[in-house]
């Protein structure tokens, strides 16, 4: 979507709005820069659990890129009601609904990394060494008491025993996949989201894979 000379939203320029035939190929760069979101989410996610990992200079640039990217959402979002106002063909609908799905979770995925940023900054390196002695001595002392009671706190990343197949009833054999937990569903139990692509369900509305929810005893997972 390259710029023009009128004016645009937020005094920006025009820019050329693509045709509705470019549709394919304006999909197959959403899709992209969703994957390049759900990597840069990957890497990060260790840093929910060990926030110093990163420094106050790796976070804000996180932020700066990301920020950029959300700035620029409403090109992605306009293009697609551009074309929902004209007069398309079934197939032309059809394949502008799945680029306006790609841009809902492209956004989606971006407003998850800047949460996670906002998350991030309050636990960088920087702020870790300014604090004293003290100030770390309770947090690491408040941290092992979470732990004892919950050892597999709300969205932490593990692994988790789970069948490939639905008829596989003998849990002995039983992979590690990779999981998320969702919650403690009570003592000592956990229901935890099953990431693997061998056991997507479908997609929601957003064009996301929908991966299946296990409930699991602390036996049966294990922190990443």
Request: aromatic fraction near 6%; proline fraction near 5%; glycine fraction near 8%.
């Amino acid at each position: 979507m390259a710029r023009g000379d009128g004016g645009g939203r937020d005094g920006r320029a025009e820019p050329e709005w693509r045709p509705v035939t470019d549709v394919d190929m304006m999909t197959a760069v959403v899709l992209e820069q969703l994957g390049a979101n759900r990597d840069q989410l990957r890497t990060l996610e260790p840093a929910r659990r060990v926030p110093h990992l990163l420094d106050d200079h790796t976070v804000e640039r996180i932020k700066q890129v990301f920020g950029e990217q959300r700035d620029d959402l409403w090109l992605w979002v306009e293009t697609g009601e551009r074309w929902q106002a004209q007069d398309l063909s079934a197939a032309e609908a059809a394949k502008v609904d799945q680029y306006v799905a790609a841009v809902e979770a492209f956004a989606a995925s971006n407003t998850v990394i800047l949460e996670l940023a906002d998350e991030l900054a309050a636990g960088t390196i920087n702020k870790t060494l300014a604090k004293s002695d003290l100030e770390l001595g309770v947090e690491t002392l408040a941290g092992a008491l979470a732990r004892q009671a919950n050892p597999f706190p709300d969205a932490s990343p593990v692994q988790v025993r789970h069948p490939l197949t639905a008829g596989d009833t003998d849990e002995t054999s039983w992979p590690w996949l990779t999981g998320l937990v969702v919650g403690m569903a009570a003592p000592g139990q956990w229901d935890i989201v099953v990431i693997d692509d061998r056991l997507v369900e479908g997609l929601d509305a957003g064009g996301n894979p929908v991966y299946p929810v296990c409930r699991r005893a602390a036996e049966a997972i294990r922190l990443r």
